[in-house]
């Protein structure tokens, strides 16, 4: 299919000559590439020649700038090595990948990566700093920040994690989740185009996992930053503008949040937690009650249990 | 085995101007042979209280006792070994410490190193694997080839090969897929029913807590807050407020239910199967007090 747009349209309306007509689907179609931040191209990967298990078997995805995209999945899919091909931690045994336009290769690997930032699961062995604040400091460093502009960006970035009143421990010597908290504090404050998150708050406690996600909502609107997270959370799914399900090194579907949950029982395969309600739903009918097929949220599962108790 | 701490205090970098103390002056009892829950916030000294049960951590001040063994400041590491093999801990993120050239290596290891024989060795690997959910077929695979979900098995495989008295686990499903999860914490609450294995489990899933412990205790700022059965810590508004605990997702609704439409179920509901049996139960009465008005 040719894509012909307003500017190219308007221009052959208008005749002109055609070098100019040229130089505008040149860029229209430029434009139209860098508009998608991420594209996988047939992308494949398996850890040796010998081992012919494909970890990716040929995925294709492709990801807007300021999309919050969610990848699901069992153990095992290929959720983490995807991410990892992303910023070329894994580079892939076929197949191609774009990252805001520009081709990624053994020589602009370092170029791209830093328009990435990754936490990791168990980011112990992502930290440099001597302290919390130090290390949230170290990414500012590197891309020659003002030593005030960076002291704001830090200590902001390390409130907005309740990480303030530990800016000067060491990394080793933190719980899990206050590791976590400061690693997230890492990308708040040099704040990358691309964000990727592996199970990233799967050690934190429910509220600091929501106010870790709610930091994270606010500095995407604000930069208009792209987000990418693996995670087993429903919730966090449910927030996203779009699932990405992986099965066996394939994704094997694509959707929107409500999409995806209308697979009811089959998620639980799919690596997520089912819905509490529908987990009650369960349990109420094995006890004789005749609750509805459909998937009922929390307040409709309330609604209908109040209709059926007046009835009875 | 009963398990005391008392007066417990551990510092890190005692003596150093970024000195912490994690725990203070901390006393507890954990009974045999039940499943244990700690719970608390982020920071409030969970892990530092279970890298003492094999004195990974020796108290700074006070006394651990191990059913006859005591740890102290001054307990020498070479009288460590016996209690390592009693109390099999699986810490947060184990996959980091394997090691093994195969899976069968990496397993055996524990028991070689207890004078276990190779081929005696090699079939507590083969069974313990089977155990986690992993077939024999894995037994001659490189760890590393494996998802993060499955070498965090292969990891808890090799805690479990010592055939533990005590197991104590660190939030051993942090960021396995909710059916990762239920498998390994069935097989846990296996080993504590059936082996009668002491299971201590750090974790911040409440429904973990509801479903399988016997006995809560509740951390706050490196001290205990509260110890008691799960239905009595989830009946504590306070202690759950001050320690930014949230009730299971059962007694949440339950909770919603007898605030819009005040409806009183008479039990604490900690599975879905609870609460659907008490909503049942709730009906039926109201039901017939209806017909008698």
């Known amino acids: ?312 | 085995m009963d398990i005391q701490f008392k007066n417990v205090s551990y510092t890190y970098e005692a003596g150093t101007p970024i000195q912490h103390t994690a725990l203070n002056n901390l006393n507890l009892t954990i009974k045999p042979h039940k499943f244990t829950a700690i719970i608390g916030k982020t920071g409030s000294g969970k892990s530092t209280l279970v890298q003492h049960l094999n004195a990974l951590l020796k108290p700074t001040e006070g006394v651990v006792r191990i059913g006859n063994r005591s740890i102290t400041p001054t307990t020498g590491n070479t009288q460590l070994k016996a209690l390592r093999k009693m109390v099999g801990t699986v810490f947060q993120f184990p996959e980091a410490q394997l090691f093994g050239q195969t899976i069968a290596e990496d397993i055996m290891f524990g028991p070689k190193n207890y004078g276990v024989k190779p081929d005696e060795a090699l079939a507590i690997a083969e069974r313990t694997l089977k155990m986690v959910g992993l077939d024999a077929s894995y037994l001659e695979r490189s760890p590393f080839d494996l998802s993060g979900g499955q070498q965090r098995r292969v990891a808890i495989a090799g805690v479990l090969a010592l055939e533990p008295e005590i197991l104590v686990l660190d939030e051993p499903t942090a960021g396995l897929d909710p059916k990762g999860q239920h498998e390994l914490m069935q097989l846990f609450s296996r080993l504590n029913t059936e082996m009668g294995t002491t299971i201590i489990l750090v974790t911040h899933q409440m429904e973990q807590v509801a479903e399988y412990a016997d006995d809560v205790i509740v951390m706050e700022e490196g001290t205990v807050a509260k110890q008691a059965s799960p239905r009595e810590i989830f009946s504590d508004s306070d202690i759950l407020a001050n320690n930014y605990l949230n009730v299971p997702r059962t007694v949440a609704f339950s909770n919603e239910l007898a605030k819009a439409y005040g409806w009183n179920l008479s039990d604490m509901p900690l599975t879905t199967d609870d609460l659907a049996v008490d909503l049942m139960r709730y009906f039926k009465a109201k039901k017939e007090a209806r017909y008698e008005g």
């Open chain 1, 1 to 312: 299919m040719v894509f012909i747009s307003q500017k190219v349209r308007n221009a052959l309306m208008k005749g002109v000559d055609s070098a100019i007509i040229e130089r505008i689907l040149m860029e229209t179609s430029e434009e139209r590439m860098t508009k998608n931040i991420i594209e996988m191209a047939d992308v494949s990967f398996r850890y040796t020649e010998e081992n012919p298990d494909l970890i990716l078997d040929n995925v294709n995805l492709s990801i807007e700038k300021g999309e919050w995209v969610t990848i699901i999945g069992p153990n095992g899919s290929g959720k983490s090595t995807l991410t990892k091909t992303m910023n070329g931690l894994i580079l892939p045994s076929d197949g191609k990948i774009v990252i805001d336009g520009t081709e990624m290769t053994e020589e602009n690997l370092w170029s791209v990566r830093r328009k990435i930032g990754m936490v990791f699961q168990n980011p112990e062995n992502q930290f440099v700093g001597a302290t919390v604040e130090d290390d949230v400091a170290f990414g500012l460093e590197n891309i020659g920040m003002a030593r005030d502009e960076m002291k704001t960006r830090v200590k902001d970035a390390l409130l907005r994690v309740d990480m303030w009143d530990l800016a000067d421990r060491q990394p080793a010597n933190l719980s899990g989740g206050q590791k976590q908290r400061a690693a997230i504090a890492g990308i708040i404050a040099s704040r990358p185009e691309i964000i990727v998150l592996d199970e990233a708050t799967s050690m934190l406690d429910p509220l600091g996992r929501q106010i870790v996600f709610d930091t994270i909502k606010d500095i995407k609107q604000e930069d208009n930053l792209t987000i990418i997270s693996i995670t087993h959370d429903i919730n966090e799914a449910l927030e996203s503008d779009r699932i990405v399900v992986m099965e066996k090194g394939k994704i094997v579907a694509v959707g929107t949040p409500e999409e995806i949950f209308a697979y009811g029982e089959r998620l639980i395969d799919l690596g997520l937690e089912v819905p509490f309600s529908e987990t009650l739903k369960t349990s109420l009918r094995d006890v004789g009650f005749p609750v509805p097929k459909e998937y009922l949220t929390d307040e409709r599962m309330m609604e209908w249990l109040w209709i059926y108790n007046s009835k009875m």
